[in-house]
Structures are given as structure tokens and as C-alpha cells.
């Protein structure tokens, strides 16, 4: 059985750090991508970041870049998204989802990742 659970999320003032974390099993970890998406109340579900299956390829969106860095442990099953500069906008409900075999061109493609976690908060005070 596969699981995703995500550990690391709270409240923290505007301009703070958090760092969520992502551990996985029942997967081979290292043939999977890695990503991290969010949703905020009454919104729909969007992209933050991904990691390729080594680790050597990362894709942010803009709305993330520069503040916020993906990676990965192969060796702990584990996936990493260190958030800075956090703004309130940032508040939302983060998962990491895996994406088996996929391919680097098929890393930004949400349909893509077969399996998510159940998601941990993260509330970014004014």
C-alpha cells in the first residue's frame, strides 16, 4: 500500500520559514517524481514545485520562485519544500503527490502523479 504523509506544516508569521517534509512508502521512492501542490479555501487545487526522480531536475511556480526550494532524499524515501519569505497568500493546504516512471517532460502535468498524500496545513499570519 502506498502512502504519502506530510509532516511540518503551522502557523507562522508573514516573512517566516517553514519546512514541510513528505515521507513515502510503498513506492519505489526513486522512480518516482515528486511534487508539491496546494489549495487554499474556495480555491482550486495548484502547483508549487517539482523534483525529478534524481533529484537534478526542479520546476517552481512563479508565484514560488526564489522563495521556496524542493528537494529529496532517496536514501529516506523522503521529500523536502522549504518555504520562505512566506506571505499570507501562502496559506493553504500543502500535498506532496508522486509520479511513478514519469518522464521529465511529463513532471508538470498534474494528471500525472498517481498518488497524494492527505495534505498538512500551513496558516501564514499578517
Known amino acids: 500500500q502506498v502512502q504519502l504523509v506530510e509532516s511540518g506544516g503551522g502557523l507562522v508569521q508573514a516573512g517566516g520559514s517553514l519546512r514541510l517534509s513528505c515521507a513515502v512508502s510503498?513506492?519505489?521512492?526513486?522512480?518516482?517524481?515528486m511534487g508539491w501542490f496546494r489549495q487554499a479555501p474556495g480555491k482550486e487545487r495548484e502547483f508549487v514545485a517539482t523534483i525529478s526522480r534524481s533529484g537534478g531536475g526542479t520546476y517552481y511556480a512563479n508565484y514560488v520562485k526564489g522563495r521556496f526550494t524542493i528537494s529529496r532524499d532517496n536514501a529516506k524515501n523522503t521529500v523536502y519544500l522549504q518555504m520562505n519569505s512566506l506571505k499570507p497568500e501562502d496559506t493553504a493546504v500543502y500535498c506532496c503527490?508522486?509520479?511513478?516512471?514519469?518522464?521529465?517532460?511529463?513532471?508538470?502535468?498534474?494528471?500525472?502523479?498517481?498518488?497524494w498524500g492527505q495534505g498538512t496545513q500551513v496558516t501564514v499570519s499578517s
Open positions: 510503498g513506492l519505489t521512492f526513486s522512480s518516482s517524481a
Open positions: 503527490a508522486a509520479a511513478y516512471a514519469a518522464l521529465p517532460s511529463e513532471i508538470l502535468t498534474t494528471r500525472r502523479y498517481d498518488y
